[in-house]
């Protein structure tokens, strides 16, 4: 799914966060790598404003990540440096518009989110992967995936997943073995 791999750009290691888009050139190898989803051509150059528009949208996707788990809590990356829910959700329909006919992410208060289109125009480039990225996060959000959308639990992941099986409860194998080791060294500290 587009919109987890491009959330994930924000990856835990073990010496702290780890951005795979920390500037134009991660931009730019994170576009040819995933160009055909985003609808440019393999020799795709990033520019600093779309570097820039894209973090900007990548947190906004975030939180209404971090919003659709709850009341389970948002990924450890996201305790304190998410923006707003409305001025993300505002965010995610503004990038979907440049789409030619773009989904419109609509959440009622009390309510389930529920996806719309509405006629959108060409646009340039960037734009373009911006509306992408956008679609791809109102369809999890507003399909149904989002009721088995995760943040992991495991100690310093950062990660969304949806859940593809009842017993699933990490992103990864990885993510499950450090959880099991970090109970078992908890539960056997004091020994």
């Not at 419109?104 to 990225?133: F, H, K, M, N, Y």
């Not at 990660?159 to 908890?186: D, M, P, T």
């Amino acid at each position: 799914m587009l919109v987890l791999e491009f959330v994930s750009t924000v990856r835990a290691t073990r010496s702290g966060l780890l951005d795979t888009l920390p500037d134009v050139e991660g931009m730019t190898e994170w576009g040819r790598a995933h160009a055909a989803e985003l609808g440019i051509t393999a020799g795709f150059t990033a520019t600093e404003d779309l570097w820039r528009e894209v973090v900007e949208l990548r947190q906004a996707v975030r939180a209404l990540l971090a919003r659709a788990v709850a009341p389970g809590p948002a990924s450890s990356a996201d305790a304190d440096r998410l923006p707003g829910f409305t001025e993300s959700l505002d965010l995610v329909n503004a990038a979907a518009l440049a789409a030619p006919l773009a989904p419109r992410l609509d959440w009622p208060a009390g309510g389930a989110p529920v996806a719309t289109s509405v006629p959108a125009g060409e646009r340039a480039e960037s734009p373009r992967i911006r509306a992408a990225l956008a679609t791809s996060a109102i369809e999890l959000l507003a399909g149904p995936a989002r009721e088995q959308l995760r943040a992991c639990p495991a100690p310093r992941c950062v990660l969304y997943f949806v859940k593809e099986h009842s017993r699933q409860e990490w992103c990864s194998i990885g993510c499950g073995n450090r959880a099991r080791a970090a109970r078992h060294y908890h539960q056997h500290k004091g020994r």
